[in-house]
Structures are given as structure tokens and as C-alpha cells.
């Protein structure tokens, strides 16, 4: 089946404590991406990635890292969790071309930093 | 600034009836145009999109309708069924890489 797959799916966490939420798709996808959901605030990208070893920051990078070193896995990583950074998030991929081609989301893992 | 916004948090329509879900846009630039539908506890899926060659487009139930010198496109769902009761996004893009969301729109579908 096609998908893409996050885990953990919950995590609450501490201020400070590095953390890293995988992510990995089975479609062959060259495009990938995070994205944070916030009340009033919609989706909101946080990096992408046009290839492996090809990322570039989104809206909303400050805090975020990821890394690209092969096709199917795209993890975000927090280095210094802060409270600010309790959210929704989404990774999503898409065949080519983040802004053309039908992005496919994972499920979302809900984050909450004490 | 929000480039994209849906100005209606919320919108209740009964079943049977249309449904009107509409987004502003303030970036000229945005040339490509797409609605994803979300449900709890799950992602966001792709609903329908339009080109800004096209002033419309249309699948099965769903139309999208673009106005470019008001940078305004709206969703129409017709008939509602209360399976389209969601979460409605609209996003724009400029170019390949990446997309802008809008604050989504809580569509309810009564019986």
C-alpha cells in the first residue's frame, strides 16, 4: 500500500530534550516535506526536500533541523524542544514538484513540549 | 503575513444542499491552486486543483472556481453528503517547490 509513515504518532517531551520524528514513504517520491498545524494558523512548511542531500527551509525553519541521505526517509529533528514547538505535524511527499504534484501526508504526530 | 486565507472558520450546510468554501490570496504570483480535505486523526488528502489558465475545473461533485483579478477561488461541493463533513484547505504555489496553506475551513454536513 502507498503511504507515508510517522512515528511516533504522540510524544510529550521537556524543554531541552533533543527529539526526532521519523519519517518514510514507499512511493519512490523525490519531493518531500514537514509541515506544523496550528489553530488559526493553517499549514505551515517547515523544510523540504527536493532530493536526497537537496533540503532547503521552509516558513517556518527556526529550531528545526532535517536530513535527506536517502530517498524514502526524511526525519526532523529538535535539537532544544521548546514549548513553542508543541504542534501537529505532518510529513508529506509528492512525485517531483512540492507545488505542482499531489502531496500524500502521513498521519500527523502530535507533539507536546513541557 | 498570511498569503492565503480562508476567512470562515466554520460553515454548516444540510445534506442535499451546496457548499461554498472560499480562500483570498494575496500573492500574484501564485499560478497553481489546490484544496486538500483532512479528517481527525489523519492527514491532509488532495481534493481537486486548478491551473490560473483556467477559471474552472471540475470533479464529480466538486468544482473549483478561480477569479484572478479578485484572487479569490472558492470549492463548491454539490450535492453534501455527510461524508464531506472535514476540514477544507486551500493552498496556492509558485512554481515547483513548495506550497501556502490557508487557515482551513470546518465544513459540517447536518442531516
Known amino acids: 500500500e502507498a503511504q507515508v509513515t510517522q512515528n511516533p504518532r504522540y510524544l510529550i517531551t521537556v524543554t531541552g530534550k533533543k527529539l526526532t520524528v521519523t519519517c518514510s514513504q514507499n512511493m519512490n517520491h523525490e519531493y518531500m516535506s514537514w509541515y506544523r498545524q496550528d489553530p488559526g494558523l493553517g499549514l505551515r512548511q517547515i523544510y523540504y526536500?527536493?532530493?536526497?542531500?537537496?533540503?532547503d527551509k521552509g516558513d517556518v525553519p527556526e529550531g528545526y533541523k532535517v536530513s535527506r541521505k536517502e530517498k524514502r526517509n526524511f526525519p526532523l529533528i529538535l535539537e532544544s524542544p521548546s514549548p513553542n514547538q508543541t504542534s501537529l505535524y505532518f510529513c508529506?511527499?509528492?512525485?517531483?514538484?512540492?507545488?505542482?504534484?499531489?502531496?500524500?501526508f502521513g498521519p500527523g504526530t502530535r507533539l507536546t513540549v513541557l | 503575513d498570511q498569503q492565503v486565507k480562508q476567512n470562515s472558520p466554520s460553515l454548516s450546510v444540510q445534506e442535499g444542499r451546496i457548499s461554498i468554501l472560499n480562500c483570498d490570496y494575496t500573492n500574484s504570483m501564485f499560478d497553481y491552486f489546490l484544496w486538500y480535505k483532512k479528517y481527525p486523526a489523519e492527514g491532509p488528502t488532495f481534493l481537486i486543483s486548478?491551473?490560473?489558465?483556467?477559471d474552472k475545473n471540475e470533479d464529480g461533485r466538486f468544482t473549483v472556481f478561480l477569479n484572478k483579478s479578485a484572487k479569490h477561488l472558492s470549492l463548491h461541493i454539490v450535492p453534501s453528503q455527510p461524508g464531506d463533513s472535514a476540514v477544507y484547505f486551500c493552498a496556492a504555489s509558485r512554481g515547483a517547490q513548495k506550497l501556502v496553506f490557508g487557515q482551513g475551513t470546518r465544513l459540517t454536513i447536518n442531516p
Open positions: 486548478i491551473s490560473s489558465i483556467k
Open positions: 526536500s527536493m532530493n536526497v542531500e537537496v533540503t
Open positions: 508529506a511527499s509528492s512525485g517531483t514538484s512540492g507545488g505542482r504534484d499531489e502531496q500524500f
